[in-house]
């Protein structure tokens, strides 16, 4: 018997050579998030040890530690697609047999932007709560442990004049910031004070946001200082695990865990097969997946800091004060794979909370174009019979108090006949909203139906994408986001296939504009609506059947690359 230890970097890598009188060999390559990996890696020891093999023929396991958003960016790649805050892989990457990311959250992201990955398995086979870490003097400052802390209560403090300096793992790219981003939307309650409040704490946190655990983890207090406390990070959504490692290197100022309401999803590191395993793989997979099943697997998981994907804890996990025996913490939704019965999350939920983090922190320009049709008037059921243009109206305030000053925004509105013989009619310019967002909040005012009005909707997304492209920014993402109601009816504008012929010839690869298209209520053609998105390089179609719910998919459609929800 052979064994290979490879360290490298942040990879850690362990390859177990079985002897035991099988023929051949298969070689299982499993990449999993870097926390968990020593653990799986000594579950596979011990099942090679006991002799690994699939019908006859050895098996071979190499298992490296790798940051998930790695793995994620090369799936993207090869699925041409991409995912919000994440950066292009090489296209040299190579894919794992078994893919074990932290977070469900992975597998929902890519699934909603490539419909052909389809991973396997995806049993839990551990859990970490996701708590607000925060250095303990601080923490006794409000409370803890006697207090019962909830996301309400941290959001006020964020948001005052005595508030906590928040800091976040980017969320685009670490499953504990976007679990923490999640909890606290869930929080968020309906009225335009709670949502003021929930984009307050959105900006806080976005302010002390780093790009990779570690830098943030960095950022907490060294000393007991009083001005070290008041000037490092003092609250962030992160891991138990990560709070268990961090204490284990005895600081000066150890962390606390605050295990708040309601619930964010846990880490549930999930045990995905990958399509491109063959079928020999696919059956070593599951051997090793059975491995990672059996009593001795939650001590492996204790040392590291980990859970048993039931919440409960092996020999030696180190608990922090307050911790529940039992953690019962929402896990991801199903990926619809075997073996993943969690609930209550989704795609459009994570790609919600992605758009509203997009808006604030990334530099955009966006025109918006809205439709004045008369059909705009019908009444909304579920919005107290508000007419459809009342609901974009409360749909745009909302979206323009969430786009940060890194924004340049324009308003056009369309129906027929706007100025002259026009469809459309320009409200105000693509203009910062450092100097014009007062003046575009007042335009949204004009978001009025006009009576006998019907819907020039080709003319209007050539004009608007030709316009975009033409002032075309560089360090930016530079869109088009149209609402309608209706199917195009102007009798006196261009056809569907002079418009898609026009918008494919416009397409430049070093000038992208993204053609984002809402279309409100049951009466619109997705059909058409897909063909026009369709035939730009990058864009997608979102429907809001229930116009009350245009809000959400707004920001849904900030954060998605692909356009798919309906």
């Excluded at 996990?317 to 911790?323: C, D, E, H, K, L």
């Excluded at 609901?391 to 786009?403: I, K, P, S, Y």
């Excluded at 009466?523 to 864009?539: K, M, Q, R, Y």
Aim: charged letters at 20%.
């Amino acid at each position: 018997m052979a064994i290979v230890v490879v360290i490298a970097g942040s990879w850690f890598g362990y390859q177990q050579l079985a002897d035991k009188g099988c023929s051949g060999q298969v070689l299982l390559n499993v990449a999993t998030s870097t926390d968990i990996a020593p653990a799986v890696a000594a579950a596979a020891k011990r099942w090679s040890d006991g002799g690994a093999e699939v019908n006859g023929t050895c098996v071979s396991v190499n298992v490296s530690g790798v940051n998930p958003g790695s793995v994620a960016s090369t799936v993207a790649l090869k699925h041409r697609v991409s995912l919000t805050g994440l950066g292009a892989s090489s296209q040299s990457g190579t894919l794992p047999d078994v893919w074990v990311p932290d977070s469900t959250t992975w597998l929902l992201r890519l699934r909603s932007e490539a419909s052909g990955f389809q991973p396997t398995d995806g049993t839990s086979i551990a859990k970490s709560p996701v708590v607000v870490a925060m250095p303990k003097p601080v923490a006794e400052t409000i409370g803890w442990p006697d207090r019962k802390i909830g996301w309400n209560d941290l959001v006020a403090r964020m948001t005052t004049g005595n508030s906590l300096r928040t800091g976040i793992v980017d969320p685009t790219r670490d499953a504990s910031g976007l679990a923490g981003l999640l909890a606290l939307g869930s929080a968020a309650g309906g009225t335009p004070a709670a949502q003021r409040a929930q984009v307050g704490a959105l900006r806080a946190l976005a302010s002390g946001s780093s790009s990779l655990r570690d830098d943030l983890l960095e950022k907490f207090p060294r000393s007991t200082d009083v001005a070290e406390l008041t000037s490092a990070i003092s609250a962030a959504p992160l891991s138990e695990e990560d709070v268990i490692g961090y204490n284990a290197e005895s600081p000066v100022v150890p962390l606390v865990a605050l295990y708040l309401e309601p619930k964010p999803p846990a880490l549930d590191y999930p045990y995905a097969v990958l399509p491109e395993a063959d079928l020999t793989k696919q059956a070593a997979a599951t051997g090793l997946r059975k491995a990672l099943q059996q009593p001795e697997f939650k001590n492996d998981l204790a040392r590291v800091g980990l859970r048993g994907a039931d919440g409960t804890t092996g020999t030696g996990f180190s608990a922090p004060t307050g911790a529940p025996d039992t953690a019962s913490a929402s896990p991801a939704a199903s990926t619809g794979t075997e073996g993943t019965a969690a609930a209550g999350l989704d795609a459009s939920a994570i790609n919600r909370a992605l758009g509203s983090w997009a808006a604030i922190t990334l530099p955009g320009r966006v025109l918006a174009v809205f439709d004045v049709s008369g059909s705009m008037s019908t009444a909304v059921p579920t919005a107290n019979n508000r007419s459809r243009a009342a609901v974009t109206r409360a749909a745009a305030e909302q979206g323009l108090d969430l786009f940060d000053d890194k924004w340049a925004v324009g308003t056009w509105i369309f129906s027929t006949e706007l100025d002259g013989k026009l469809p459309y009619k320009e409200i105000v310019p693509i203009s910062p909203l450092t100097s014009a967002r007062s003046e575009l909040k007042a335009s949204i005012a004009q978001i009025k139906p006009k009576e006998g009005g019907a819907t020039g909707l080709y003319n209007t997304a050539l004009a608007a994408y030709k316009k975009v492209q033409e002032d075309w920014q560089a360090g930016r993402i530079n869109s088009v986001i149209l609402f309608t109601d209706g199917k195009d009816e102007n009798k006196d504008g261009i056809s569907r296939e002079t418009l898609i012929a026009e918008l494919k010839k416009a397409q430049d690869p070093k000038r992208p504009v993204r053609m984002v298209i809402i279309g409100i209520g049951n009466e619109v053609d997705a059909n058409e609506l897909d063909a026009i998105a369709g035939a730009t390089s990058s864009g997608g179609v979102f429907i809001a059947q229930d116009p009350a719910k245009i809000s959400d998919i707004f920001r849904e459609a900030i954060a998605s690359r692909s356009g798919v929800a309906r």
